[in-house]
């Protein structure tokens, strides 16, 4: 137990969880040749998945983070409502420090994870098949919790083992474990279940594994500062693996992948997280961005709380006609759900989601200047519907979350195709058209560029949690947008590409210095 405590306390910064680890898993088991049984086997490695739904709130703040930082969403000040320490408006303007709740809980969840992962793979040393199955399962898994993390952070620790992990880690060069990572997959996942059998979309398949390594290739440049036309020959290759997948398929009808009857079903899902509104909680979205009145439009048992709202610059870019705007957003006059008008009790006027909110921080001077009034700084902005918020929903809502789906792996396609030979072929401009078609978006009139290309995976992939990542590859993360930027209003800082890592948490730092040494 030594080693977990030594682990958790100088690289991840807190000491208490899972420190009783191995008395709860693997109590009675020998853990030199673990696992010993088919069984066995087939549970040992569950627990690797465990940090995957705290990531979405903000005990781990990936989800949240990815967002607000973007050019999506904006989690604004209503007078005295929601600022919490101004934890919102600092990912927001990008004015996040070291010690700043999001970039601490981050770091301290995909830790936790990766600690995890190692502990398994540790354990796991026979060469029998279903142990290697796990071996290959769990690497992924963890090049996941990886791929967060370096994304997010730059420069990291590297560790694949746990009992014999340094107390101390120096930092490894993000480029050397982008290496690392794609040639662990490349390797792994070949013995990888398949999503053929949907059972596995819960899992590290051979299907994620080959989302995963598209998109790391797809921001090679990013990571290792080196433009190589053999990444986007790589991203080309995977993508092409799965779109010739007969089982894989774009959705009829794009809302259906968020509904509860009908997400689960869906063909176009590669790998998904699944929330229970009892039993795997975690995913309170609808929570933070409806208003409080919309009890009233889903027949809640929950009141949500009126928080994060649509980039009004971003919710411009939907076609009235766009069925992902209607389905995506909830906005304008608002209805109880049987039709009736929801009125607001201060100022009898129905209450109107008006898209175009004005500002971030709604402070009493920040009004005045502005001219908002408390009808609309109670009540602007659009709100996230796109998962869907079944009658009676709580807290924590029921829902598959797509970590990675189809229409993204066509888009990411199209962009290497782009990159590499400055045009889209006609085999994946089909498949681009079956978005736009079943979105019944009109499609740009120059078609698909490198110029309109952001957008178009913005609109498609809203809220899944890629905006921050796909910002930073096209070179718009660290530029000015919306209220980021705008030099008119106190304390908002000009862009840098500083901000296009998240610094090491001081937590860490203070438990290992190592971490503020070059990274080797």
């Known amino acids: 137990m030594k080693k977990y405590y030594i682990y958790s306390l100088f690289l991840i910064a807190f000491t208490i969880g899972c420190t009783d680890l191995e008395e709860i898993l693997y109590q ?19 627990s690797s ?58 770091w301290n969840k995909i830790w936790e994870g990766i600690a995890e992962a190692n502990s398994i793979l540790d354990k796991t040393v026979s060469t029998d098949e279903a142990a290697l199955k796990i071996r290959a399962e769990v690497e992924t898994i963890r090049s996941l919790y990886y791929f967060w993390l370096f994304d997010n952070y730059g420069d990291v620790p590297y560790l694949t083992t746990y009992f014999t992990a340094p107390e101390q880690p120096f930092r490894t060069k993000r480029a050397a474990i982008f290496d690392s990572l794609t040639t662990t997959l490349e390797n792994s996942y070949p013995l990888l279940n398949s999503v053929e059998n949907p059972a596995y979309k819960n899992y590290a398949s051979k299907e994620m594994a080959l989302a995963l390594l598209a998109k790391l290739y797809l921001n090679g440049k990013v990571y290792t500062g080196s433009e190589n036309p053999e990444y986007h020959q790589k991203v080309i290759q995977y993508c092409d693996e799965l779109l010739s997948m007969s089982y894989l ?16 079903s869906s063909k176009e899902m590669i790998f998904t997280i699944p929330f229970n509104e009892e039993s795997k909680q975690g995913f309170r979205l609808h929570m933070r961005s409806l208003g409080y009145i919309s009890k009233k439009t889903f027949n809640m048992t929950d009141q949500p709380w009126n928080g994060f709202c649509v980039i009004p610059t971003f919710f411009d870019k939907y076609e009235d006609t766009d069925v992902r705007k209607s389905g995506y957003f909830l906005y304008g006059l608002q209805y109880d759900y049987l039709g009736a008008p929801i009125v607001d009790t201060k100022t009898e ?21 502005e001219g908002i009034d408390n009808f609309h700084m109670t009540h602007d902005g659009a709100r996230v519907q796109k998962y869907e918020i079944y009658a009676a929903a709580k807290q924590n809502l029921t829902v598959n979350f797509p970590v990675f789906r189809l229409a993204d792996v ?3 396609k199209a962009e290497a195709e782009l990159r590499l030979n ?22 740009p009139a120059e078609g698909l560029t490198l110029n309109n290309i952001l ?8 809220a899944e949690g890629h905006r921050r990542n796909d910002m930073i590859r096209f070179g718009t993360f660290d530029k000015p947008f919306w209220a980021m930027g705008q030099t008119n209003m106190t304390g908002v800082p000009e862009p840098n590409d500083v901000q296009n890592i ?13 971490l503020e040494a070059a990274p080797q």
Request: proline letters at 5%.
């Open 422 to 443: 400055g045009s889209v072929s006609s085999g994946t401009m089909s498949y681009v058209n079956q978005i736009w078609a079943r979105a019944n978006e009109t499609p």
């Open 410 to 412: 066509v888009f990411m």
């Open 502 to 514: 998240f610094p090491i948490p001081q937590s860490a730092i203070n438990g290992n210095p190592n």
């Open 349 to 369: 006027l129905q209450v109107d989601f008006n898209p175009n909110i004005i500002i971030p921080e709604m402070t009493t001077a920040n009004m005045q200047i």
């Open 28 to 46: 009675g088991i020998d853990e030199t040749n673990y696992p010993q049984t088919d069984a066995q086997a087939a549970v040992s490695h569950l």
């Open 455 to 462: 957008d178009e995976r913005g609109k498609e992939l809203f």
């Open 49 to 106: 998945y465990d940090a995957l739904a705290d990531l979405f709130d903000d005990n781990g703040y990936w989800f949240l983070t990815q967002e607000i930082t973007s050019d999506e969403l904006v989690g604004p000040t209503r007078a005295a409502d929601w600022y919490d320490g101004g934890k919102w408006l600092v990912l927001q303007y990008h004015t996040w420090t070291n010690s700043s709740d999001a970039v601490n809980n981050i």
């Open 249 to 264: 398929e774009l959705d009829d009808k794009v809302m259906d992948m968020f509904k509860i009857g009908t997400s689960g």
